[in-house]
């Protein structure tokens, strides 16, 4: 829509610049255009955990009767349970209202106009759309053919203007981990190196132990994934000592909600439960993958998440997400060219794993 002159003058002008933000489309106006309910939608797109969070958590919440009061700003129960988790100490350890907003903080906190942000692509799509409002440049770096990180491009990008490096570990949403000696390469750039461990919880594998060694690591984790918890809202980071002292000037006091910090020290006394439907969540994706194998129209690439990135051989990406949705199956598309033919696919149910690939192979002779 065209912007009147007159309120033209008064937006920044990274704001006029930026694409709108194009949501996924909610999942009701999917439901009535497809004509059916949308319990019935399978949802296959948005790596949420189909399991749903905990009892004990909805038990929380349910009886949780202090709506009235403004919440802790300094988190300090919910910290102390996340550094019982982490073995990270609480004071290095800031919760965000998402791990999204956590990566607000950190441009926020360290870019002046023109500073430089590297992002190996493909990658998640937070790091690069938020960096201009901060007054940020991208540095784009391309992934090798099989999407591991080009070290020697990211070092060559690296400037005296580079202030974070984006890591994401395993990749969103191509799957794979960067290796030990790779984070210590981009570690002594010097530049912050941000390892976005969303999916932390699926892969078991962490760069916590690199922040004993060196002071210009983030972690970033979220409870959005494996805990079931994404409508709440919560991730964490876990910074140097130094740098936790500037995030915590510039994060606004009550970002977390009380409820939220609640379901955060529930989620953790009931860890069992949680990582059992990982563990569930870990078998259905080698079945997953060995289904999505036998096709003859995708190549799926092996994750330590909790989703299956596929290379659409025959046939087009768009057109195999279109038919799946009439099914009633959601999976994650790309407009961007890198990714113009791949599809993103959740690791669901067992249930959701059958109806997907009896989808799949009815299309088959149609694509
Ligand atoms: C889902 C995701 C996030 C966002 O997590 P929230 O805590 O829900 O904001 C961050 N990073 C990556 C790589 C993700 O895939």
């Known amino acids: 829509m065209a912007i009147p002159k007159a309120?033209?003058?008064?937006?920044?002008?990274?704001?006029?610049?930026?694409?709108?933000?194009?949501?996924?489309?909610?999942?009701?106006?999917?439901?009535?255009?497809?004509?059916?309910?949308?319990?019935?939608?399978?949802?296959?797109?948005?790596?949420?955990?189909?399991?749903?969070?905990?009892?004990?958590?909805?038990?929380?919440?349910?009886?949780?009767?202090?709506?009235?009061?403004?919440?802790?700003?300094?988190?300090?129960?919910?910290?102390?349970?996340?550094?019982?988790?982490?073995?990270a100490p609480s004071q290095r350890i800031i919760i965000g209202n998402g791990s999204d907003e956590l990566i607000d903080l950190l441009l926020l906190a360290t870019i002046d106009p023109g500073d430089e942000v590297i992002v190996p692509t493909p990658t998640f799509g937070v790091y690069e759309s938020r960096t201009p409002l901060f007054g940020g440049v991208v540095r784009r770096v391309p992934r090798t053919a099989d999407f591991d990180l080009d070290v020697d491009a990211i070092t060559q990008a690296v400037?005296?203007?580079?202030?974070?490096?984006?890591?994401?570990a395993p990749n969103n949403p191509t799957g794979n981990m960067p290796t030990t000696q790779q984070i210590v390469r981009l570690l002594r750039?010097?530049?912050?190196?941000?390892?976005?461990?969303?999916?932390?919880?699926?892969?078991?594998?962490?760069?916590?132990?690199?922040?004993?060694?060196?002071?210009?690591?983030?972690?970033?984790?979220?409870?959005?994934?494996?805990?079931?918890?994404?409508?709440?809202?919560?991730?964490?980071?876990?910074?140097?000592?130094?740098?936790?002292?500037?995030?915590?000037?510039?994060?606004q006091p009550f970002n977390v909600?009380?409820?939220?910090?609640?379901?955060?020290?529930?989620?953790?006394?009931?860890?069992?439960?949680?990582?059992?439907?990982?563990?569930?969540?870990?078998?259905?994706?080698?079945?997953?993958?060995?289904?999505?194998?036998?096709?003859?129209?995708?190549?799926?690439?092996?994750s330590q998440g909790n989703f299956i990135l596929c290379r659409v051989t025959r046939g087009d990406a768009h057109d195999i997400h279109r038919r799946l949705e009439r099914r009633g199956i959601l999976v994650r598309k790309y407009s961007d060219p890198d990714l113009r033919n791949y599809l993103r696919i959740t690791v669901g149910r067992p249930e959701h794993t059958d109806a997907l690939m009896a989808a799949l192979r009815g299309m088959a002779g149609e694509i």
């Open 7 to 87: 309120l033209r003058r008064l937006i920044r002008n990274a704001v006029l610049d930026l694409d709108g933000y194009v949501p996924v489309e909610p999942v009701e106006a999917v439901a009535e255009r497809i004509g059916k309910p949308v319990d019935e939608i399978i949802r296959l797109h948005m790596n949420e955990n189909p399991y749903g969070t905990s009892m004990r958590v909805q038990e929380v919440l349910a009886s949780f009767d202090h709506y009235q009061e403004y919440p802790d700003a300094d988190q300090r129960v919910a910290r102390e349970r996340i550094a019982a988790y982490t073995g």
């Open 159 to 168: 400037t005296e203007r580079t202030k974070l490096i984006f890591v994401t």
């Open 189 to 251: 750039t010097g530049a912050l190196i941000v390892a976005d461990e969303a999916y932390y919880e699926f892969s078991g594998k962490t760069f916590l132990p690199l922040a004993r060694e060196f002071d210009n690591l983030v972690i970033l984790r979220t409870f959005s994934k494996w805990a079931g918890l994404a409508g709440m809202r919560l991730g964490y980071a876990i910074l140097p000592d130094a740098l936790a002292a500037e995030l915590w000037k510039v994060k």
């Open 257 to 302: 909600s009380a409820a939220g910090l609640k379901a955060i020290e529930a989620v953790l006394d009931d860890i069992d439960y949680l990582q059992e439907t990982v563990n569930r969540i870990k078998i259905e994706r080698g079945r997953l993958y060995r289904g999505l194998r036998k096709l003859n129209f995708l190549q799926p690439y092996p």
